[in-house]
Every structure is written in C-alpha cells, then in structure tokens.
C-alpha cells in the first residue's frame, strides 16, 4: 500500500514536471507575440510614420492579423511533426522559431534608416513568429491534455491558458516598469526593443526545459498510417468544423478583452495609455488567477456545459459592457468591467485546449486541435483589432460590438448542437 502510493505520488510529480516544462515555453511564445501588441503605440511612428494614431494602430494590427495567417500554415507542420515525430520534438522547435522571430523585431532597423524595408520585415518577422504560435497551442494542448491526471484534466490542462495570460500579463508589466523608468522619448526611439530581446532569452530557458520532457505519443500511434496527415483529419471532419466553429467565438470575444483593449481605453474611452496599461494589468493577473477554477469546475459540470455559459453570456453581455467602457472615466469602474467580461471568456478559455484535444484520437490529434484552432483564431481572433479599428476609423464603432455578440452566439448553437466530450470523448479512457 506504501508503495503504491509512493507511487502515485511521483507519478504526479512527473505529471506536474511536464506540465511546467510544457507551459514554460508557452508563456514565452506568448508573451513574445503579445510584446508587438502592446509596444506597437511606441514603435508604430517608427515603421509607419505617415498619418495619424489611427491610421498608424491600423497598420501594426494589419501587420498583426498577418501573423495570424501563417497559424493554420504552422497548426498543419507541427502538428504533423507532433503526430509523426512526437510532441517534445514539435514543442521543441516551435519555442525556437519563436526566438529567431523575436531577435529580428529587437534589432530591425526603423523607417528612418531603411524605408519602405522596414514595415516588409516587420512583416516578415511576424510571419515568422506566426508560425511558430500556430504550431505552439496545438501541440502543446495536446500534450499538457494526455499527461494530466485523468480525473483532473479540466484543472491542469487549464494551465496553458494561465500561461498564455501569463504571457500577456508579463508583457504588460514589462511595458508598465518601462513606462515607470523611461520617457515617451526613450520609449519611442529604443525602449519598446528592449521587451523582445528579453523574449528570445526566456526562449532559451524553455528549450532547455523542454529538451527533458517524456514523451506522451508512442512508438505505436506515431507508426499508424494516418498519423499526422489530411486523411487521417478527415475521418474527424464533424469534430474540426465543430471546433473551427466555436474557437472563431471565443477567439474573438478573447482578442477584444485583452490585447485589444487596452487599445481601445486609450484610442476610444480617451484614458491615458499609463492608466490603461495598469488596469490591463490588475485585470489580467485575475483572469490567469481564474483559469484553474474554471478548469476545475469544467471537471464537474462537463465541457459541454461551460461552453453553454460561455455562449449564453458572451451573446448577452458583450455589447453592454463595451458600451459602458466606451463612456468610462473611472479606472476602477474600467477594471470592473474588463474583469466581468474576462470571466465570462474564462468559461471557454479555462478548457479551450482540452475540449480540443478530447475530440480526437492520438494520431491525428496535434494536428486537429492544432489546424482547427488556428483556421479559426487567423479568421477571427487575429483580424479582432484590425476589424475594431477598421469599424473606428469609418464611423461604425458600434457595430463591431455586434459583430463580437454574433460570433458568440455562433458558438453557442455550435455547443448545443454537439456531445460533451468529457463523456464521450478520446480522452476519457486513455491515462
């Protein structure tokens, strides 16, 4: 009896290494992605002098959404590598493309000195970064969903999201202590380089840690036929629709409340950008706090069912609370809002991965949350800011309020239409 639970208790332990070594490189990934975002109101002048704040914002979120259309490009590569080759080697390179991505950006010349050179690389590098994202979330969903424990999946696989906010939170701190310490000057002329080389070192760290990471795709499934390809996702094609179409929802109503908004306090509700970065900051620390709860209630009530919360109250709530915090001239009434709305993306965002992984079989399964996720997040989640601003800049800001309710209430038809996957999905028999 001691022995056994001798253990089960470094089993957990095992578990609980893996799912630190995974979501190490993930809060890297994202905190280097989110970097550009919330920099971009420094360095814009710098890669699009022309025109006002607007129309510059406009640029760098089209340069952003741009980023987004290489995910389903890397969704369907490391995917693949995840199913064929195994998920450490696919997290592995993933991590390290990111580095090369956020190196470029540190120490790409501006405007100034190269010209119309200088947006092509931005772009470039963002492409490149891009695809490092889009094959980032499905493998490392996969993965932190096979080696959690199989009682607590909802708990621990809810992890990558902590990481993925935690990647955004640290940006925005690293971006407040800069705001603290530096001039507008400074910021505008060098600062804002700072945060991407402090990316592309934390992206050192979590290759190292991922290099003695167990691999959680046998010899067996890695050696099937359909592993890791077209056919094999073809098989599935009701499962990744299904997906695609409530990942477009949640992706967007996602985009809206953390990288767009600061943004939008600043360009809309007219709050000085110190201000919004730290209500930002405040709300955000609280969504990650929120991400094991949720997960852990998702293990009582099923998948099926937070997302169902997630639809009913994003149809509802979304346009209300983008209303009031166009209006709002408090920074606690602000922080109040932003934290309502951020509960009610947590319904989705606590099991996004898992929900994913749970509707498909290990052979195909990197590939399928993977390529799923990123059709769905490049169409809507990534075009968030550049549609917000494109809605702004004619007129119409209103309507993207609409436009972000609709997409919710998408996904909750998608959610009533479909099986819990907590009870009938891939997952529930394999540990």
């Known amino acids: 009896m001691i022995k056994q639970d001798l253990s089960k208790a470094a089993d957990t332990r095992q578990r609980i290494f893996a799912i630190f070594g995974a979501s190490s490189g993930n809060l890297v990934e994202w905190f280097d992605f989110y970097v550009y975002s919330f920099c971009a109101i420094y360095f814009?002048?710098?890669?699009?002098?022309?025109?006002?704040?607007?129309?510059?914002?406009?640029?760098?979120a089209g340069v952003f959404a741009a980023g987004f259309l290489m995910r389903p490009i890397g969704g369907w590569l490391f995917g693949r590598i995840?199913?064929?080759?195994?998920?450490?080697?696919?997290?592995?390179?993933?991590?390290?493309?990111?580095?090369?991505?956020?190196?470029?950006?540190?120490?790409?010349?501006?405007?100034?000195?190269?010209?119309?050179?200088?947006?092509?690389?931005l772009l470039v590098a963002r492409?490149?970064?891009?695809?490092?994202?889009?094959?980032?979330?499905?493998?490392?969903?996969?993965y932190m969903s096979e080696v959690a424990?199989?009682?607590n999946r909802g708990f621990f696989a809810s992890f990558q999201y902590v990481t993925l906010i935690g990647g955004q939170l640290l940006a925005v701190l690293v971006l407040v202590v800069m705001q603290q310490t530096l001039s507008?000057?400074?910021?505008?002329?060098?600062?804002?380089?700072?945060?991407?080389?402090?990316?592309?070192?934390?992206?050192?760290v979590a290759l190292y840690l991922r290099s003695s990471l167990t691999e959680t795709a046998s010899d067996e499934t890695r050696k099937k036929k359909e592993a890791g390809t077209f056919a094999g996702l073809w098989k599935h094609k009701g499962a990744f629709f299904t997906v695609v179409g409530f990942t477009a929802g949640g992706s967007l109503m996602f985009y809206t409340f953390t990288t767009y908004m600061q943004k939008y306090l600043v360009n809309t509700a007219g709050m000085n950008a110190k201000t919004a970065s730290a209500v930002m900051t405040g709300a955000l620390f609280v969504y990650m706090v929120l991400q094991p709860l949720f997960g852990a209630?998702?293990?009582?009530?099923?998948?099926?069912?937070?997302?169902?919360?997630?639809?009913?109250?994003?149809?509802?709530?979304?346009?209300?609370?983008?209303?009031?915090?166009?209006?709002?001239?408090?920074?606690?009434?602000?922080?109040?809002?932003?934290?309502?709305a951020l509960a009610i993306v947590s319904f989705y965002t606590s099991i996004s991965g898992l929900i994913k992984a749970e509707?498909?079989?290990?052979?195909?399964?990197?590939?399928?949350?993977?390529?799923?996720?990123?059709?769905?997040?490049a169409l809507f989640g990534g075009s968030a800011e550049f549609v917000a601003l494109s809605f702004k800049a004619a007129g119409m800001e209103s309507s993207f309020y609409w436009y972000v309710s609709?997409?919710?209430?998408?996904?909750?038809?998608?959610?009533?239409?479909?099986?819990?996957?907590?009870?009938?999905?891939?997952?529930?028999?394999e540990d």
């Open 359 to 377: 509707m498909f079989p290990p052979e195909v399964r990197a590939l399928c949350v993977g390529l799923s996720y990123a059709v769905g997040n």
């Open 149 to 151: 424990p199989k009682n």
């Open 297 to 340: 209630l998702s293990d009582r009530i099923g998948r099926r069912n937070m997302m169902l919360c997630f639809g009913v109250l994003g149809t509802l709530c979304t346009v209300p609370i983008l209303h009031l915090l166009k209006d709002v001239t408090d920074p606690y009434a602000a922080f109040g809002l932003a934290i309502l």
């Open 44 to 60: 814009a002048p710098a890669f699009f002098p022309k025109g006002d704040t607007t129309t510059q914002l406009l640029n760098t």
């Open 406 to 429: 609709i997409m919710c209430a998408i996904a909750l038809l998608i959610s009533f239409r479909m099986k819990d996957p907590t009870k009938v999905g891939y997952l529930k028999d």
């Open 127 to 142: 492409l490149f970064q891009g695809l490092s994202v889009g094959g980032e979330y499905g493998t490392s969903a996969t």
């Open 82 to 121: 995840a199913d064929k080759h195994g998920r450490r080697r696919s997290m592995m390179i993933s991590v390290l493309m990111m580095c090369g991505g956020s190196l470029m950006i540190a120490f790409m010349p501006t405007y100034a000195t190269i010209g119309a050179a200088a947006p092509f690389l």
């Open 184 to 204: 507008t000057e400074e910021l505008r002329a060098w600062g804002w380089r700072v945060p991407f080389v402090l990316g592309a070192a934390g992206a050192l």
